[in-house]
């Protein structure tokens, strides 16, 4: 018979085994250890952090230190310390790592799931080079409020599309099996409605009732958890009155007992401590308590878990086997990944790749929202060009928010791009603000003259990398500083004026986008969005990118997004506002605004290119779909215009009509990156069983119900044709 110490060290045992061999040994101390993560692997490793890893008091580091002190510190964890259980390295590898990609909300704006998986795997393999084995990502919070700072950080607002391309991101980080030395755990954040939070401002109290909640909230995460996510990351918000981080109904219910997960889930930062800022426990020691009987594995960087679990098993208030439950967790995560095993360092990969995936996603991810008189893209022949705006030349802004091993040094800017691209001597540049969010108009004529000498003028506008992300929610959503004076400025010289828009949000700019003859939404493009942005503007390349997120004309719009429901009262078509003061109309009586358009200023899964694309009337199988079967849905797209390009299209389905709850005017069921070459026409098909149209009902049974349901396939969430069909019992 194995005896324990032999059992945890034997490969070939199962790893179940192996961990009941291994917990049989712990102490409560080294238990507890393996639950705590923190935050202070400082460079060079002190003596006291070095004792206590050889003592067992930390189960991981996250976001400190360097290759060098987690190689050392995992050298004492593995030959020094009693039981030599190794550390788990965790870091926030957002979008990128040394090489950064637009941000996510940029990247999903390409809808280009393989490219994304990519960008993760190079991530993964830089990162893993660095002695880094899981990422705080992806975050696949469903995002619906522009003021939310962390909207940068999410896949948009459509759980389909965040579904698809958090699943990418998985794939992309882990890679083929977790125990390979390039293999990076991936965490499903922020478990979960983080991005309810009401009023847009972060942390804030999320209420979300439960069929919403299963319907688009946790979509993702079930993605996530199908496609072998190896942890989770609670929220910090309440949901529904109970913080994410002792809510039970989320970690057990739901992710143990419906999902089965077997994965580890470790809260976000001091989020088991805050549980007492929230008013749902009286002190740490309450923390303790009921994050622990909610599921909460390990605790992230607050020491709850060390300083009070003994005295709560004193007090039976909680059970060895809740801890037990706890650490089993942790050490199956560190099992699959080899770390017991003596997993090798991942070599170090070259840039070129992670560069070249870069410049893709950069490019795709761009979104052409306006183009009058097809001004885009310029020709190379242009005789001067005026670069105006701060962000035409700053790395550290084009790197975006959630960048923290993105080197500047790599970045790429479009004024370097343009300069390379057209010689300095053509290109005219003039920052005109200091910054961002500079409100200083001094610098404005210097500006205004370049334009004048110039063919043409391209506007680099938008927010500082700072103005999204964590703790970074706005109450208003337009260009930051004199940015709207500056276009309205620049419009008097009467060139061409193209918007190049950096930004980690949608933005309201109605005003300036009626002044302005293109507009191209790069969001913030990474490492490489000088060159995509310069290919882009001079037709080396064509826009492709559709937005995952709806864009108001104003923040008080907000929360604005495409699949809402009807409501008794419809705005129409022609209800676009009535002008104040003027007289009652009874037709006037429908969910509209008097003092503005209700309709966005760019809808969801809008986006133009440099060709024009004809779709033909979407159309269907059969008039029914049987339990068993399936009907096919089609079109035909051509490319009516001059030149080859990528269009998404989009699959949307709503019904049916009379159920049991009133259903979204349309919701996203499919897409499709498809090329075409200039006058080609493709037939375009997406497959639905009865199972892709299921949704939660009154009942909270999550089923089809029978009735007639539309379809459309179309290039954005408001154009499109449709086809019905129905659904039997
Ligand atoms: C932060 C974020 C979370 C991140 C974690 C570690 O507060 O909410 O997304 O992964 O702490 O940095």
Redesign the pocket.
Known sequence: MLVAANLAAAPAVNIEQRIDALLKRMTIEEKLGQMSQSTSLATPLSDEIKQQIRQGRWGSF??TGNAADRMEAQRIALQESRLGIPLIF?R?VIHGYRIVVPIPLGESASWDADLISRAAREAALAATADGIQWT??P?IDIARDPRWG?IA?SLGEDPHVASVLGAAMVRGFQGESLDRADSLAA?A??YAGYGAAEGGRDYNSAWIPEILLRDVYLRPFRAARDTGVATF?TA?NTLNAVPATGNGFLLRDILRNEWKFDGMVVS???AIAELTAHGYTSDARDAARKALLAGVDME?VSTAYFDWVKSLLQAQLVTMKDVDGAVRNILRLKFRLGLFDGRPAAAKPSDAQALDTAGRLATESVVLLKNSNGLLPLKKTIGKLAVIGPLADSRTDQMGTWSMDGDAREVRTPLAALREMLGSDRVLYAPALKSAIDASTAEFPRALRLAHESDAVVLFLGEAATMSG?ARSRAFLNLPGAQEELVERLASAGKPMIAVIMAGRPLAFHRSAEKLDAILYAWHPGTMGGPAIAHLLFGDSAPSGKLTVTFPRSVGQVPIYYAHLSTGRPPGANDLGVPMGTRENPQDYTSRYIDLDFTPEYPFGYGLSYTTFEYSATRVSAPALTSAGSVTISAQVADTGHRDADEVVQLYVSGPVGGSVARPVRELKGFKRVHLKAGQRQMVEFSIRRADLAYYNSRMEFSAEPGNYRAWIAPDSARGTSVEFTVGN
Do not use: I, P, T, V
Request: with cysteine.
């Open positions: 996250l976001n965790g926030d705080f990502a975050m962390r950080e965490c954040k922020h990351m910090f976000d930062y001091d992230m964590e």
